[in-house]
């Protein structure tokens, strides 16, 4: 009789386990759904719903039972899912860096970007531009200057860097860096 009950028992947890999981899947799936409806969510939330999400699935599939433990995996999974999702200043300096350098007339110009949420902005200047034989070129240097506060408010610091350089246009519009030397 003892062994019907445990049975039973491990069959009902195993139940709620999977409706546990079911439920914050489909949680994650209906807010990734529903970003479209605010444009106050952006990517971290996401992510760090999604994190969250699935670092409580996964502590409960492996068996923890612990309230303190699950609370833990949760909050690891949410700043793990974050960080996956985060779109930096970087990505913005890199993006305008490109757009400048397919847009900026032969010769030297310059461009630059700011982004008013996070105070963060860039320079980047073409100084030269130049045919390596059938390769388009331009020598370039930007300057970066960014806070980066993610993940906590007040970690972090003022990232300024200024960075030399010379970039090529494959023939397929792909630009890479060209080596030194």
């Not at 847009?103 to 100084?127: D, E, L, Q, R």
Request: charged letters at 15%.
């Amino acid at each position: 009789m003892m062994a019907v009950l445990n049975s039973v028992k491990v069959k009902e947890l195993s139940v709620i386990k999977r409706n546990t999981i079911q439920s914050l899947v489909f949680l994650g799936l209906s807010l990734v759904f529903l970003t479209n409806c605010s444009s106050t969510i952006n990517r971290s939330h996401i992510g760090a719903v999604s994190g969250g999400a699935t670092g409580v699935a996964g502590c409960i599939a492996a068996g923890n039972a612990d309230p303190y433990i699950t609370g833990a995996c949760a909050v690891i999974g949410a700043f793990a899912g974050a960080e996956l999702m985060y779109k930096s200043d970087y990505d913005v300096h890199n993006a305008v860096f490109v757009d400048h350098l397919n847009t900026s007339p032969n010769g030297s110009s310059y461009t630059n970007w700011y982004n008013s949420k996070t105070g963060n902005s860039g320079i980047i200047k073409v100084t030269r531009s130049y045919l390596d034989g059938p390769i388009k070129c331009k020598d370039y240097d930007a300057t970066v200057d960014i806070t980066n506060s993610w993940p906590l408010i007040g970690i972090g610091g003022v990232n300024r860097e200024v960075i030399f350089g010379t970039a090529c246009q494959l023939p397929d519009g792909q630009w890479i860096e060209k080596p030194n030397g």
